[in-house]
């Protein structure tokens, strides 16, 4: 087939859309549209490389950004029951507002008064130059940088001590009085590094203010990923945990409940994607992803019974997410009932495509999907439209073989992405500057299914395994005859 205007899959354009960069499941990616703009659930049934999985994340792309943090905070009447605080997008950022604030201004040492820069430790007392704190002898005339002032009359004697030792004798911060106007301020001098911080009055309020709120940490950050891979999560992982603490959360040698705090997989989704491949691998679990989708909000307990964090409970940790989840058409029945019917009560069930029509328009994707899968890749050349024809070949020949569609192209494009990068990793071991037809004839020998090379080696599978076998083995009746299941071979 040939196509006008391209030479290679470099002239060929990638959607910006993310889904539209999906190839053939277009009943999937009108649906999942409608998901995104209304929050709908999704479950994607079919076989595995169809693009599930990318759906689901392309979906995220297309919800708004999330507006709210999730935080745990101290609870002092009762620390092992932390309470959740939910913070809106503007409160954070108004939050960010008022802790830069609080950080005051840097000057350098020479800008703040000499006395202040002497307690500090960047200016000599002796000779008035001025270097780090850190170095506890004066660079210009090699006196000890220490203060006399308030000491006693054994004050030299442990200032030369301290020099010994490496102490310092001055201090990290200084508080005084400064005229402001006709007004007298309090104000403070901290070290910093090279420089030194300056907070007014208005920002040790603003300090005090924010010291008087109970500690917290953030467990879903304002700024996340919208879209949580869940596949194969362990319990832990998806519903979040307590992390143990060997001397069981003591207020002087432990580390607070709050603190070890873990959100789990339902709770970074909330308003996000939570994508779930395999769903049905989850078994009892899926219980709990239907309670989260059910009230939109599941607690975080320690869930090992051994450890310290088995007593700390945190409710009402929000989870309104979106599910994608996905299984092949075998697994189907062992979703749990109830969590398919919230599924579908509150969103749709999609059959995915295994093949699409063998046309222009849909070769034309298959040159699409090629240059996706060489810009996703990064490592191989672009491809020549000789080389792309032979892999849209290859596309018609497995849709014949695999799901018995003539004039048709397979949709189970994971392998086909495979054969791409044998033939993109042929072309760079033999310095090509695009991956041509012959590298691909190349890739086609070497990257097939092993049942495949087998039927050619040993005409079908019951003689391959029949060959690996042992004399006993052979003996024993166990591999010969019918008793294999694959004995009428693999073709």
């Given at each position: 087939m040939k196509f006008e205007n391209v030479e290679s899959t470099l002239d060929v354009k990638i959607p910006s859309d993310p889904l539209e960069r999906v190839i053939g499941q277009d009943e999937a990616v009108r649906i999942a549209k409608v998901a995104a703009r209304q929050r709908r659930n999704l479950l994607l049934v079919g076989p595995?490389?169809?693009?599930?999985s990318m759906i689901g994340q392309a979906l995220s792309f297309l919800i708004p950004k999330p507006e709210h943090e999730v935080r745990v905070i101290h609870n002092p009447r009762y620390?092992?029951?932390?309470?959740?605080?939910?913070?809106s997008r503007a409160q954070v950022e108004q939050e960010e507002e008022?802790?830069?604030?609080a950080e005051?201004?840097?000057?350098?040492?020479e800008d703040?008064?000499?006395?202040?820069?002497?307690?500090?430790g960047y200016r000599c007392t002796k000779c008035g130059f001025i270097s780090i704190y850190t170095e506890t002898t004066c660079p210009r005339c090699g006196q000890p940088k220490v203060q006399n002032v308030n000491q006693g009359p054994f004050g030299d004697m442990f200032n030369v001590l301290g020099q010994a030792l490496g102490v310092q004798n001055n201090q990290e911060r200084v508080t005084t009085t400064r005229k402001y106007g006709e007004k007298e301020e309090v104000i403070e001098y901290e070290r910093a590094n090279e420089m030194i911080r300056v907070l007014?009055?208005?920002t040790l309020e603003r300090k005090r203010k924010m010291d008087r709120k109970s500690p917290s940490k953030v467990i879903v950050p304002i700024n996340r990923n919208t879209f949580i891979l869940a596949t194969g999560a362990s319990e832990t992982e998806l519903l979040g945990d307590v992390r143990h603490d060997p001397y069981g959360g003591h207020p002087q040698l432990g580390t607070s409940p709050y603190e070890r705090v873990i959100a789990g997989s339902i709770h970074e989704a909330h308003e996000g994607v939570l994508f779930i491949d395999e769903i049905t691998h989850l078994g009892e679990l899926q219980r709990s992803i239907l309670t989260a989708m059910q009230e939109k909000?599941?607690?975080i307990t320690g869930r090992n019974p051994q450890s310290a964090g088995a007593s700390v409970r945190v409710d009402n940790v929000p989870t309104d997410f979106i599910l994608v989840a996905a299984c092949n058409i075998q697994d189907l029945q062992q979703i749990l009932s109830p969590l398919r019917s919230r599924i579908s009560g509150n969103g749709y069930e999609v059959l995915m495509e295994v093949t699409m029509p063998y046309n222009e328009k849909n070769a034309y994707r298959y040159l699409q999907f090629i240059s996706q899968e060489?810009?996703?890749?990064g490592k191989i050349p672009h491809m020549t439209v000789e080389g792309a024809s032979l892999i849209i070949e290859e596309g018609k020949r497995r849709a014949m073989i695999v799901d018995g569609k003539e004039n048709a192209l397979t949709l189970r494009l994971r392998e086909l992405g495979g054969l791409v990068r044998a033939a993109g990793d042929i072309a760079v071991s033999l310095n090509h500057d695009f991956i041509e037809k012959k590298d691909v004839i190349e890739a086609l020998k070497i990257y097939m299914p092993v049942e495949e090379k087998i039927a050619k080696v040993y005409g079908n599978m019951g003689n391959a395994i029949s060959s690996e076998a042992t004399a006993s083995q052979k003996m024993s009746g166990y591999y010969g005859g019918s008793s294999f299941p694959y004995a009428d071979g693999y073709r």
């Open positions: 595995p490389g169809v693009g599930k620390p092992e029951r932390p309470f959740v605080e939910i913070k008022d802790m830069n604030a005051g201004y840097l000057v350098k040492p703040v008064p000499p006395d202040v820069a002497e307690r500090l007014d009055e208005r909000k599941f607690p060489i810009n996703s890749d």
